[in-house]
């Protein structure tokens, strides 16, 4: 799969291509040397003066309250290949069982109380006579 290169790097390999030596007239010669390095001058200040206005545009919207462009790292890994973190080893995981609540808490005492009953509610009052 091949990838399309940007305009400024088909740019530059263009003019890498272009040999000065190969025109016959001494003043084309000359004048393709001095126009060559002129557009690579502004190659150089066209890509600081991007970078500037980038930075600058990041600073504008840091200070607006925004964030400014994403920094993309590459996906190659740096240093390790591999895992060589010990918490597997260091950390023993625990088995979770749920338990009931009341399970713990023991009755050790219980009282009868007398309510009036014509201050239950009526579903209270018909199991109470039903009982009796």
């Known amino acids: 799969m091949a990838q399309k290169q940007s305009p400024e790097k088909q740019v530059e390999e263009l003019l890498q291509?272009?040999?000065?030596?190969?025109?016959a007239d001494q003043s084309l010669?000359?004048?393709?040397?001095?126009?060559?390095?002129?557009?690579?001058?502004?190659?150089?200040?066209?890509?600081?003066?991007?970078e500037e206005n980038q930075k600058?545009?990041?600073?504008?919207?840091?200070?607006k309250g925004e964030q400014g462009k994403p920094e993309i790292k590459s996906n190659k890994s740096k240093g390790f290949k591999s895992n060589h973190s010990s918490e597997k080893?260091?950390?023993t995981p625990k088995k979770h069982t749920k338990s009931s609540k009341n399970q713990s808490i023991k009755v050790d005492r219980t009282s009868i109380l007398d309510y009036p009953?014509?201050?239950?509610?009526?579903?209270?009052?018909t199991f109470i006579t039903l009982q009796n």
């Open 89 to 91: 080893e260091r950390h």
């Open 17 to 23: 291509t272009i040999d000065p030596s190969k025109f």
């Open 117 to 125: 009953s014509s201050e239950l509610p009526p579903d209270a009052r």
């Open 29 to 50: 010669r000359q004048t393709l040397t001095v126009l060559l390095n002129v557009i690579e001058q502004q190659q150089l200040e066209i890509k600081e003066l991007r």
């Open 56 to 63: 600058l545009r990041d600073e504008n919207n840091r200070l």
